[in-house]
């Protein structure tokens, strides 16, 4: 990785806040919240995918059609979020696969 690519997600990032920061309170305080659990248990892919870019596109719409938050996602924050990231490997599986020696796929993560 570049210096120049390190600048470039900088300000990537910095934009995507700055989207974050534009949300109404309650939205944003919801995608807070979406942003901490993912990056607990989120995918591996977390900051280099579509994923938390998608979230705001969704609730930019949702907030100029004047919908509450929850009306969106629901209650149950997490639930929404793990619908979100069902088929992706998460930080957890490939951590438990370089211990346990078998990967765990999304496939395997849901045998359980």
Known sequence: MSVQDIIEGKKQWR??????????????????EMQKYLFKVGPVDLLDGPLL????????????????VLELIGTDVAAFC???IKDSPAFADACQ???????VTPERRAER
Do not use: M, T
């Not at 870019?53 to 509450?68: L, M, N, P, R």
């Not at 696969?97 to 990967?103: L, T």
């Open 15 to 32: 934009a995507h806040l700055a989207r974050v920061k534009a949300l109404p309170p309650d939205y944003r305080i919801v995608y807070e």
């Open 53 to 68: 870019a998608g979230i705001v596109d969704f609730f930019e719409e949702g907030a100029a059609a004047d919908k509450g």
């Open 82 to 84: 793990d619908g979100l």
């Open 97 to 103: 696969g370089s211990v346990g020696g078998a990967a």
